[in-house]
């Protein structure tokens, strides 16, 4: 019986130091090979972000095409070719999603979005972790953050899978807790914006 | 070596790099009269150009498996296909 | 190798030495038809990928710690890929 992934489940991002590169980056991948551009476009710190989906080959070609078109203004790129699927609609989203799972609560942030990512795919493949948010360059200067819950060990572990994968990409700005029995007020306010304003 | 017969391929985008390439066949085991040994299989790489339906010989050993491979001792394969058998003949 | 699905993950927060940062994965053996096939097990992951719920390749003893080469990992099961397609013939 033939057993068959969904359309797509590779995952890419580029973080581009300025919008015309970023903008010429996205030109040579969509014409290097046939992906799904989930978004593009800017960022709070000037940068340019794209982030695209489909099978593993063409993802793996528009990835590396891009990076070779970027050249000195990239800033970070990363490719998963098995991305976990809460991943990307929680990018897109960037809201709080509520979850009752455990009474623990892990924050991660890195100054680079791509490298976040994949810490955070590590993370929610190697422990028992809701996926509460994830907020890529969203007014944070450039940063990215995700929040995640569960039971105290589970949190850790996965923390800890996170930053081992973040040190092996822009580990600047690596910042990591685990509150344990979270207050109400982390469940509340979370990682969100402390006014209510237009995504950066 | 096993007996076996090929019942199916493998396709992985994503594995361990040594694998990247190579072909990879599902082989059930079977008795010599070619009825399937239970549930007893093994996925093996492919080096002689089995396909489906043909009965094979399995060599399931590392260190053969690498010399097979021509890699060295770090190689992290056991399992290769090493013959298309064309006839059985055992007493039952 | 042998065909498997990841239905779980281990935390073991005292671990040997050269086992840091590896995700601990609990692996249900499968048949070569893909049911279920003895006691799950737990496995390192050296597809990089793989995760609850994915169909998998995995190695056993010796070429499991290879799989993670040049580093040292001191296990005896790891997954090799992630498996996007497994074709079989019907009475092959």
Redesign the interface.
């Known amino acids: 019986?033939?057993?068959?992934?969904a359309n797509h489940?590779a995952l890419a991002m580029l973080d581009v130091l300025d919008v015309p590169r970023g903008m010429q980056a996205l030109d040579a991948l969509v014409k290097e090979a046939e992906v799904s551009v989930l978004s593009a476009g800017t960022v709070q710190n000037g940068h340019y972000l794209v982030l695209f989906a489909g099978?593993?080959?063409p993802v793996q070609r528009a990835h590396d095409h891009a990076i070779d078109v970027a050249d000195r203004a990239l800033f970070d790129a990363m490719l998963?070719?098995?991305?976990?699927e809460r991943i990307a609609p929680a990018i897109l989203d960037g809201e709080q999603h509520a979850s009752d799972r455990g009474d623990t609560v892990g924050v991660m942030q890195v100054d680079a979005c791509p490298t976040l990512v994949r810490a955070l795919?590590?993370a929610?493949?190697?422990?028992?972790v809701d996926l509460v948010q994830v907020r890529i360059g969203d007014g944070l200067h450039g940063r990215a953050l995700a929040t995640l819950r569960g039971e105290t060990?589970?949190v850790?572990?996965a923390l800890?899978?996170g930053?081992?994968?973040a040190r092996t990409g822009c580990y600047q700005g690596w910042s990591a807790v685990v509150i344990r029995n979270a207050d109400g007020a982390v469940e509340r306010f979370g990682g969100g914006t402390f006014h209510q304003e237009w995504r950066g | 070596m096993i007996l076996g017969r090929v019942v199916g391929t493998i396709v992985a985008?994503?594995q361990h790099r040594f694998y990247r390439g190579r072909k990879q066949l599902v082989v059930r085991y079977v008795l010599p009269d070619g009825s399937f040994d239970g549930e007893k299989y093994v996925v093996a790489v492919d080096i002689v150009g089995a396909g489906v339906g043909e009965t094979v010989l399995v060599e399931d050993e590392g260190n053969s498996a690498r010399q097979l491979l021509h890699t060295d001792e770090y190689g992290p394969v056991r399992s290769v296909v090493v013959g298309i058998v064309d006839l059985i003949t055992a007493p039952r | 190798m042998k065909l498997g699905r990841v239905i779980?993950?281990v935390?073991a927060?005292t671990k040997v030495p050269g086992m840091?940062?590896l995700?601990?994965?609990v692996v249900r053996p499968l048949t070569a038809?893909?049911a279920p096939d003895g006691d799950p097990f737990v496995a390192t992951d050296a597809s990089d990928?793989?995760?609850?719920g994915?169909?998998v390749t995995y190695e056993s003893s010796r070429e499991a710690a290879l799989l993670h080469a040049p580093r040292f990992v001191p296990v005896d099961k790891a997954i090799v890929g992630?498996?996007?397609?497994?074709?079989?013939e019907e009475g092959s």
């Open positions: 019986m033939p057993e068959t992934r489940p099978p593993v080959e998963l070719p098995w991305a976990d795919d590590a929610l493949k190697g422990a028992l060990h589970d850790e572990a800890e899978l930053e081992h994968t | 985008s994503q | 779980g993950t935390i927060n840091e940062g995700k601990l994965l038809e893909l990928q793989a995760g609850p994915t169909l992630i498996v996007d397609q497994h074709a079989i």
